[in-house]
């Protein structure tokens, strides 16, 4: 089992940066029988949750939402099983509850179901 911790969420002000640290514990990413994808997702007030980013474990390749491409950047470190959202320029709208997640083997990057392992989640708040 896979048990991921979040931290670095807080208060910012419009086009301020925050970094979103994840880190795993556990059964970490173990990429010999898998294909390990592990993102970021959020979820405002009233709203369902959503992708925002996701990073191949093993070969690095990244995918991001319309509405955050050019601003935010997922990486990692695979030698501490840990991956960052650094989160540029931001805007009222980006406030949400931020979740990072896993999945050994997801057939789709962009679905929140495909995703089996969850953080508990970190508020980010960006004010006006």
């Known amino acids: 089992q896979v048990q991921l911790v979040e931290s670095g969420g807080g208060l910012v002000q419009t086009g301020g940066s925050l970094r979103l640290s994840c880190a795993a514990s556990?059964?970490?990413?173990?990429?010999?029988?898998?294909?390990?994808?592990v993102g970021w997702f959020r979820q405002a007030p009233g709203k369902e949750r959503e992708f925002v980013g996701a990073?191949?474990?093993?070969?690095?390749?990244?995918y991001y939402s319309e509405s955050v491409e050019g601003r935010f950047t997922i990486n990692k470190v695979n030698a501490a099983n840990t991956f960052y959202l650094q989160m540029n320029s931001l805007k009222p709208e980006d406030t949400a509850v931020y979740y990072c997640?896993?999945?050994?083997?997801?057939?789709?990057?962009?679905?929140?179901?495909?995703?089996?392992?969850w953080g508990q989640g970190t508020q980010v708040t960006v004010s006006s």
């Open positions: 997640a896993a999945d050994p083997s997801p057939i789709s990057i962009y679905p929140k179901s495909e995703y089996t392992h």
């Open positions: 556990g059964r970490t990413f173990d990429t010999y029988a898998n294909n390990y994808a």
């Open positions: 990073i191949t474990w093993e070969s690095g390749i990244t």
